[in-house]
């Protein structure tokens, strides 16, 4: 799927204020199952409901989805809260792996893999 196809099929919400954007989110739908990505809020609208009622408003333009989908960092206190608050629950089986490439280089590095995957050689 080339770039300009596959942003033809997201649905992005904005909200405003000021006539400025303050927050946005995106979803895509795919076999019945709503993708949500970049849910974001600037901070001086974060904790005031904002990310709920983007969360809310995109989950309501795809009702004919099955299930809905989204990932953050285990850091983003924030958005786990936020997330949990609105029925998400974690969903321990997917693996994810960091990847970081130096802008100066063309080697990538690894370091983060002895902690992401103990078992398993980098061979």
């Not at 000021?18 to 979803?27: E, K, W």
């Not at 490439?101 to 078992?119: G, H, Q, V, Y």
Request: hydrophobic share 40%; with cysteine; net charge positive.
């Amino acid at each position: 799927m080339g770039i300009e196809e596959d942003f033809n099929k997201q649905m992005i919400l904005k909200a405003m204020s000021d006539g400025r954007i303050v927050g946005s989110v995106r979803a895509y739908a795919k076999e019945g199952v709503c993708h949500i990505g970049r849910l974001v809020v600037e901070p001086t609208y974060q904790n005031k409901g904002l990310g709920s009622r983007l969360l809310n408003a995109i989950e309501a333009r795809f009702p004919a989805a099955t299930r809905f989908e989204l990932f953050t960092g285990e850091r983003s206190k924030k958005s786990l809260y936020l997330y949990h608050r609105a029925g998400y629950a974690i969903f321990p089986s997917i693996f994810l792996c960091y990847f970081e490439i130096k802008s100066n280089s063309r080697s990538a590095t690894f370091s983060a893999w002895s902690e992401i995957l103990p078992s398993r050689s980098m061979s």
